[in-house]
């Protein structure tokens, strides 16, 4: 049973253009959301992360917004740059160590 | 700081075989994880140490799995017998416990059961 869903497996972007990604979740539990980046053959990075009191959190030319009423959230990369380009995980928890994860949305940002 | 590092990088076994994850939770991490990645399921937890101590081993698949941690710096996660279904990428992560504190990964280990 997935509890986050990631529901575009893919994006194609232009560079210099905004990046949103989209994530929705299920379980109202969850108290803290993180987005991880993965590049081919490496593990997933941690990007940004929002708690549930928020509804915006900024880092740079990252940006993630929760909608709790609509259990939804995003990550909008301004302006999307090549090195971007990546496998990006949303992520939730209601306790302290474990995470729900989505099935993830490859990002490609073109010259 | 070398980050988690995970070995063998790429396991290719015959179904039946023992098949020996290894990980190197970064120094001074106290918390350790083991995810795995299957096209099917995405990146689900296997298994939860705090302080060498498995606290969460809900997300475990079945008995032929098992994982170890002797020690802070050392954790192995064990698949006996092996099967074709196990093919997947396992990723072992550390952290610090308490509140909600980023998880490093490690590169991961793909691990083939042919």
């Known amino acids: 049973d997935q509890q986050v869903k990631q529901n575009s497996p893919s994006l194609s972007v232009q560079e210099g253009r905004i990046s949103i990604l989209n994530c929705d979740y299920t379980n109202s539990m969850f108290d803290y959301f993180l987005w991880y980046k993965k590049y081919p053959a490496e593990g997933p990075t941690f990007l940004i992360s929002?708690?549930?009191?928020?509804d915006k959190n900024e880092d740079g030319r990252f940006t993630v917004f929760l909608n709790k009423s609509a259990k939804h959230l995003s990550l909008h990369i301004v302006p999307s740059q090549p090195g971007d380009s990546a496998v990006y995980f949303c992520a939730a928890s209601f306790n302290d160590y474990k995470l729900s994860f989505g099935a993830g949305t490859t990002v490609t940002v073109r010259a | 700081d070398a980050g988690v590092i995970q070995s063998p990088r790429h396991e290719v076994t015959e179904m039946g075989q023992e098949v020996t994850l290894r990980c190197k939770p970064i120094s001074g991490h106290n918390s350790l994880f083991w995810y795995r990645q299957t096209m099917m399921r995405g990146l689900e937890l296997l298994i939860y140490f705090n302080n060498n101590v498995p606290i969460d081993d809900s997300g475990m698949p079945e008995d032929r799995f098992s994982a170890k941690m002797p020690n802070a710096s050392f954790s192995t996660l064990k698949i006996q017998p092996s099967e074709p279904r196990d093919s997947a990428v396992y990723f072992c992560a550390s952290g610090l416990a308490g509140g909600h504190n980023e998880q490093f990964f490690g590169p991961g280990t793909r691990l083939t059961v042919l």
């Open positions: 929002i708690s549930s009191i928020k």
